[in-house]
């Protein structure tokens, strides 16, 4: 790796300092707002055409609610009545760009996060485990479960045999009657 190479390397882990000043809020507009161009005051109706016209297709365990918010807000996936303060500066980084008025080179900062595709796809469409067959029953032909649901059971499965390396033996009933214990007590 080259000197300059570590260097910029060394400045962007930097930057994930607390210390460091980091507006997620207006790096993420500013690149929705490049996303959406002059249809950016009409995009909830862009979203519901994504959701509607791309996503419903290949992934309809994916729940409306959760996509629009995730879409308007980037957050997919809500630990109960948590507050987000800090955001998550492993999605800022550098890209090389020019100054507007001298056109030197420069290192511009921005939200590099997924902003369309959503995080859901990755761990929430499909589960290959015969005990959470229940959250691909339908009703009303709808899905009984969502991918918010079984991203968090792929994640707890995964985690779960990291840790005991061994075979996951977790009944899908009792995984979820003990979060609704917990919910309970709250």
Not at 17 to 43: A, G
Not at 62 to 78: I, K, M
Request: charged share 30%.
């Amino acid at each position: 790796m080259k000197g300059e190479e570590r260097d910029d390397l060394s400045e962007i882990v930097q930057s994930w300092n607390i210390k460091v000043p980091f507006e997620m809020e207006k790096l993420r507009d500013q690149r929705l707002r490049y996303l959406y161009k002059e249809r950016y005051d009409f995009r909830t109706n862009l979203i519901d055409w994504d959701y509607n016209m791309l996503l419903q297709e290949y992934a309809p365990i994916v729940h409306y609610y959760h996509y629009r918010e995730w879409r308007q807000s980037g957050l997919a996936f809500e630990n109960r009545y948590s507050t987000y303060v800090h955001p998550n500066r492993t999605l800022s980084s550098y890209i090389p760009g020019k100054k507007k008025d001298t056109k030197e080179s420069c290192l511009v900062r921005g939200y590099w996060g997924d902003i369309v595709c959503s995080p859901y796809i990755a761990m929430g469409i499909e589960c290959d485990y015969p005990q959470a067959i229940k959250l691909f029953q339908k009703a009303n032909e709808k899905y009984i479960g969502h991918a918010v649901e079984v991203s968090e059971y792929n994640m707890r499965y995964f985690l779960e045999r990291l840790q005991t390396l061994g075979t996951y033996n977790r009944i899908f009933d009792d995984y979820y009657r003990s979060e609704q214990r917990q919910k309970d007590r709250e």
